[in-house]
């Protein structure tokens, strides 16, 4: 049993450090947001610090996850996503993957608010496909709009932005790779061996 409890609680310190890099939050940010000291929040990302309900819940909660997908509690066997809505960077983020790292999964709801270009850069890799309304993007040079249906897939190290064209809300899908990972791959056919 204690060799479970020390194995679930050293998977935490992986867990938070990929949760705060896929957010693109600093440990200053974070010992904002929660009030846990800076070097606690370092130290029990490296795993030199055990974790503890008191420091665990703020951090789910600055996280927008569940305590249970933090420490990585065995599934239930409902295999449902339920939603818990964030607002981050003024739109609504519903997270529609549960794992850590890796490509992330996420549905935005963009505001008519979101109108004042502010491009940003971070390391990641993003692809983005348009439900409803009609999204600006602007990356680097470009300045476009996508309409629904429409797509666009870009490396986050090139400045970019993204917000309402028009002045209707706008959802959107997102897959993001923290590490540069592309959301998906053009597969090439096979090329036929030559008929002899």
Do not use: C
């Not at 929660?34 to 789910?60: C, D, K, M, Y």
């Not at 996850?65 to 066997?77: F, I, Q």
């Not at 990641?124 to 309409?147: I, K, S």
Request: no cysteine.
């Amino acid at each position: 049993m204690d060799g479970d409890l020390n194995q679930a609680l050293g998977a935490v310190a992986p867990r938070l450090r990929a949760l705060r890099h896929q957010r693109g939050t600093t440990l200053t940010d974070l010992s904002i947001e929660t009030g846990i000291s800076v070097s606690t929040l370092s130290r029990l990302e490296s795993g030199a610090r055990r974790p503890t309900l008191e420091l665990l819940l703020p951090l789910a909660r600055a996280h927008g996850v569940t305590l249970d997908e933090l420490v990585g509690a065995p599934p239930t066997g409902d295999p449902r996503i339920h939603l818990r809505p964030v607002t981050r960077h003024g739109m609504t983020v519903l997270p529609l993957t549960r794992r850590v790292g890796g490509i992330q999964a996420f549905k935005l709801i963009i505001p008519i608010s979101r109108r004042e270009p502010d491009p940003k850069t971070h390391d990641g890799y993003d692809w983005l496909y348009v439900l409803n309304g009609r999204l600006r993007l602007l990356l680097g040079e470009h300045d476009l709009v996508l309409a629904p249906g429409e797509a666009a897939e870009f490396d986050t190290r090139v400045p970019h932005w993204f917000g309402v064209a028009e002045d209707q809300p706008v959802e959107i899908l997102s897959l993001f790779g923290q590490q540069g990972e592309r959301a998906h791959l053009r597969a090439r056919p096979k090329t036929p061996p030559a008929s002899e």
